[in-house]
């Protein structure tokens, strides 16, 4: 069975303090996103990755940056962590193949809390 | 840029009602759709897909088409159960796969209650 796994579900962090979300994926998938999930706003991509230590910005990169040291990990880092921050945020990956249209496979979220 | 436009939530039913879920799109060339369901407190799952106009997506009796003559792709089911409760969200992705081009365009998502 496929699977993202997302290294924690809850998290409750202070302004200021240096974050990292890590995501897991074990499908050997070449693309990985970061999505973070607002109520009224549906999801939004932060970042993605289509290769090990490739990245592209997403539509809401600011505040975030992202590592992609193996292929199977891929780390969302917020530097300083704002409260404009507080949201639930979704890895995802998906193998890349001509044409398109392929599912990508979400982990559970990780819901994050900044004080 | 892309865009995906769906009906405005909550949406609150009896069981075995008909459903649909309004889905339009705005987008350049030619992009595949999907809807995902996200059930409480879990990550989202692809609920069913169609890569080209006309095609027809369907799984656990949902099913929607994809027409390019109105750009849109409602997401329908005959006899709606409590256990379809949970949002569900309309995406694109362009239809060219390169770098960046797998990456998903949401909607806003739509809230389904199903009551007994």
């Known amino acids: 069975d496929v699977k993202v796994t997302q290294s924690s579900r809850y998290l409750v962090k202070r302004t200021g303090e240096k974050v990292f979300l890590e995501c897991v994926q074990d499908?050997?998938?070449?693309?990985m996103f970061w999505y973070r999930q607002d109520p009224g706003l549906g999801l939004r991509l932060i970042y993605f990755?289509?290769?090990?230590?490739?990245?592209e910005k997403g539509d809401i990169p600011e505040g975030y940056s992202v590592s992609r040291e193996k292929k199977e990990r891929f780390s969302l880092i917020l530097e300083s962590a704002s409260t404009n921050q507080t949201s639930m945020y979704l890895c995802?990956?998906?193998?890349?193949?001509?044409?398109?249209?392929?599912?990508?496979?979400f982990g559970p979220g990780t819901r994050l809390t900044v004080l | 840029g892309d865009s995906v436009t769906q009906m405005e939530g909550p949406v609150t039913l009896s069981e075995e009602a008909f459903l649909t879920i309004n889905c339009t799109y705005t987008?350049?060339?030619?992009?595949?759709l999907f809807w995902y369901v996200q059930y409480p407190g879990e990550g989202l799952q692809l609920l069913l897909k169609?890569?080209?106009?006309?095609d027809k997506g369907s799984n656990k009796g949902f099913e929607a088409t994809y027409r390019k003559e109105t750009t849109s792709f409602h997401l329908e089911k005959g006899s709606v159960q409590v256990s379809d409760s949970a949002v569900y969200f309309c995406?694109?992705?362009?239809?060219?796969?390169?770098?960046?081009?797998?990456?998903?365009?949401f909607g806003t998502g739509t809230r389904l209650t199903i009551i007994p």
């Open positions: 995802a990956s998906t193998q890349g193949g001509a044409g398109g249209g392929n599912e990508q496979f």
């Open positions: 499908m050997d998938h070449e693309n």
């Open positions: 990755s289509y290769d090990v230590k490739m990245k």
């Open positions: 987008a350049t060339g030619y992009p595949s």
């Open positions: 169609a890569t080209k106009a006309d």
């Open positions: 995406a694109l992705t362009q239809g060219i796969s390169n770098f960046g081009n797998e990456k998903l365009t």
